[in-house]
């Protein structure tokens, strides 16, 4: 016999005792004898528990639903040129579902509707509810200085153009513009030209805008800066 074998042995006692799963199955089937109805409630609250979970899963997703058919058709009234209808729109989106961006959308309408306090009102809303990220807070801020620059606030204007231009995205150019614009109309020349070089360098302007930046700056600019084609 080889050597592996001899060490195994078995007692007969040990074969007539029932394995340990056995034992445990017997034990709680014992136990849910006993105690039906408490098993029972146990079983119904996780029913109740699990339905829940569902219920606030399906609500959830129909109130992102909600929210993005009322959005769509806040835009599409946008788009057709219904500003002030555009607004009450974005209005009742944002009320309803605050998380989205209807706020910056419905200060936009109101400024393309002529209402340049409003959306000023609606722009400052919106930034204190810190949009989630910095293309959005950069809109709503070349926003916030167009319509404060509409309404003759000079200081609030330029302090938004500074805070829009500082950050990284679409609308820095146009803030850019905007503060060196103001700060040319305040009589601050060399703080006007300073930004139309910066401008002219930094980015790639469209002719028109070329034009714009090199009639405000002393002749040789362009080779200054090196963009010359």
Known sequence: ?????????????????????????????????????????????????????????????????????????????????????????????????????????????????????????????????RPPTDYLRQEALDGLAHAREATADVAGALEAYTQAAALEGPYRDDALLGEARLQEAAGHGDAAREIYARLLKESQPDPDLRTLLLSKLPPGSEVAAGTRP
């Open 1 to 129: 016999m080889p050597e592996h074998a001899r060490r195994i042995r078995f007692r007969r006692k040990a074969l007539r005792q029932p394995d340990e799963f056995h034992t445990l199955t017997n034990q709680a089937v014992a136990w849910l004898g006993a105690h039906r109805e408490l098993a029972a409630g146990i079983g119904l609250a996780a029913l109740v528990a699990a339905a829940a979970v569902v219920a606030v899963s399906q609500y959830r997703a129909s109130q992102v639903g909600r929210a993005a058919e009322g959005f769509r058709a806040a835009q599409t009234t946008f788009a057709a040129g219904r500003f002030a209808d555009a607004a009450a729109a974005f209005e009742a989106v944002a009320e309803s579902h605050p998380r989205t961006p209807s706020g910056l959308y419905r200060a936009h309408a109101l400024a393309r509707q002529g209402d340049a306090a409003g959306a000023a009102t609606a722009y400052g809303a919106y930034l204190a509810s």
